[in-house]
């Protein structure tokens, strides 16, 4: 078989892996948007977080939620702490102690300013497994986007205070954009010196503040130039990746990652927001289609068996061009963050760039 056919072949399997899942959701992850504060102010948050932004659930709504997910689905469940800043939420070290203490595995996504030596060793002491840690660009540029002086030199220390610890996954993430992709380069000397685990890229998606950034929007070349400098970096050897969003043509899956396109929203992962609302991936835009019930008025568990019908159907079922489209059973309409919910239609498809 030619490496089309092999690549074609398993994604026909995880095609009718995904249709068995739909009927048969496993949770596998799930998020706490702990808080909307953050101490950075990010041109293009998804959440559109805020210094003055309001915390989430109290700490003992927490346990009794992980309380009832451990008693209903196991203890093996991810639990990913996110905001805002997760940092930021007042009884943070209380509730990862909790977690540790009933089993789960858990990991935060940050910005790193705040993880000093002491707060490194408390995540060691509460048993945190891996972080996602966000540089978009040298200093200068990283310092300018997130709206913070010196925010680049405080990321860095906090990746190096956890190196320090010599014990996480650490993941440094970075939201490629029309103007930093010239910086990839430099970026990648960097962190080629660092001991990280994973250096993962992702497009600027439309979504959050970013939506009326469209100058900062990558083109169609932008994209065609990342994917193939995460392709050749993989091919040397490098852990260079590109996130989960998105089918990206038979040039690329399994090139640019290490498998094939699949969005988890749903069928593996749910979230929690900082009311209570529930849905699936925290990038998800909120409104009455994407949340499935609040946790102050059914419980986790009946939510997560009784709704997410949006997220058990393929997205391209609600459009007739993705329904037509050759791809469809392979990319069943993209990833449910970037969907236009009020025109049921993809924000982001790379039909006609990249394939």
């Not at 048993?127 to 680049?152: N, Q």
């Not at 091919?235 to 996130?243: C, L, R």
């Not at 593996?268 to 008025?297: H, M, S, W």
Request: net charge negative.
């Amino acid at each position: 078989m030619t490496r089309e056919q092999i690549k074609r072949s398993n994604l026909d399997i995880l095609a009718d892996y995904h249709k068995g899942l739909r009927k048969d959701p496993r949770l596998r992850q799930l998020f706490f948007e702990l808080t909307l504060k953050c101490n950075e102010h990010c041109f293009h948050c998804g959440s559109s977080c805020a210094d003055n932004m309001p915390d989430g659930l109290e700490l003992s709504k927490y346990k009794e939620i992980l309380d009832e997910v451990k008693e209903n689905f196991g203890n093996k469940v991810f639990i990913a702490l996110t905001g805002g800043e997760p940092l930021l939420y007042k009884d943070f070290f209380e509730l990862t102690a909790y977690i540790h203490e009933q089993g789960f595995p858990w990991g935060i996504t940050s910005n790193g300013t705040l993880i000093t030596k002491e707060a490194a060793e408390k995540m060691k002491e509460t048993g945190m497994k891996s972080i996602s840690l966000s540089i978009d660009g040298v200093k200068e540029t990283h310092d300018r986007y997130r709206g913070m002086k010196d925010a680049y030199e405080l990321g860095m220390r906090g990746i190096q205070n956890l190196i320090d610890m010599d014990c996480f996954n650490i993941m440094v993430t970075t939201v490629v954009n029309h103007e930093n992709i010239k910086e990839l380069d430099a970026l990648f000397e960097i962190f080629d010196k660092m001991d990280i685990n994973e250096w993962r890229l992702t497009g600027l998606e439309p979504i959050g503040r970013a939506e009326k950034a469209v100058n900062m929007h990558l083109t169609a070349d932008d994209n065609r130039y990342m994917m193939e400098f995460i392709k050749e970096k993989r091919k040397a050897g490098y852990p260079v990746t590109y996130s989960c969003t998105h089918f990206v043509g038979l040039d690329y899956e399994a090139e640019v990652r290490d498998w094939y396109f699949l969005c988890n929203a749903g069928v593996y992962v749910a979230g929690i927001l900082e009311n209570g609302d529930v849905t699936a991936c925290l990038d998800i835009p909120r409104n009455a289609k994407t949340i499935q019930g609040n946790i102050f008025e059914k419980s986790f568990t009946s939510i997560w068996k009784d709704r997410f019908e949006i997220y058990r159907t393929p997205l391209s079922a609600r459009n007739e061009k993705c329904k037509s489209c050759p791809e469809e059973k392979w990319c069943r309409g993209g990833a449910y963050h970037s969907w236009d919910y009020e025109n049921e239609k993809p924000k982001v498809c790379f039909k006609g760039i990249l394939f």
